[in-house]
């Protein structure tokens, strides 16, 4: 619970203090504000895994993150809204690179802590033995808004940072013939 509470206080203060600049110009700057989770649940991505342990009577200790890894997408709406006046303008797609980059940099210390989770994740099979594990990606998202300089003026857009976190479970077990 306290990790929790210091990895939200470090990615608020991550996110909230951190202006960017876009590279290349040095008048150009963006925000990212700060988020927190507005929906959790199952993403569509599975696969099963089989591990088998034949030949030994020694249990074998395979982390999960060798079989799944943790991804994150950004999603940035387009087109951005002028702080100022309300107009709506395309977002070039150097300048959605450049967001989608700064908005993944704010989120490594929700990734870091959901990597180290997935490390410390340890799949157990016994001797002579093979099992299938299922693998599902739990789904975090974030939905909050960039604040970025454009033509020399400020724009907005909402984003959305989704991290995918593999879960497994044992599905089968079988003993190893032959």
């Known amino acids: 619970m306290n990790r929790k509470m210091n990895l ?34 199952s993403s569509q991505s599975e696969k099963y ?6 030949g030994t009577l020694e249990e074998l200790h395979r982390s999960l993150a060798e079989e799944a890894q943790v991804s994150i997408t950004v999603t940035v709406d387009d087109p951005a809204t002028a702080v100022d006046t309300g107009e709506k303008t395309a977002i070039p797609e150097a300048t959605q690179k450049q967001i989608i980059s700064k908005i993944e940099a704010a989120y490594q ?6 990597k180290a989770t997935v490390e410390q994740t340890i799949l157990t099979i016994p001797g002579q033995r093979v099992y299938h ?4 990606w739990k789904r975090q998202s974030y939905l909050s808004e ?3 300089n454009l033509n020399g003026k400020p724009y907005s857009t909402q984003y959305t940072c989704a991290v995918d976190t593999p ?8 003993i190893c013939t032959g």
């Open 49 to 54: 895994v089989v591990v088998s342990n034949c």
């Open 8 to 41: 939200k206080i470090i990615l608020e203060i991550v996110i909230t203090c951190t202006v960017l600049v876009l590279a290349g110009c040095s008048a150009q700057s963006m925000q990212v504000s700060m988020a927190t989770p507005v929906a959790q649940n």
């Open 133 to 136: 594990f299922y693998i599902k």
């Open 146 to 148: 960039i604040t970025f």
């Open 109 to 114: 210390p929700v990734i870091a802590e959901a």
């Open 167 to 174: 879960e497994a479970s044992m599905s089968a077990q079988l």
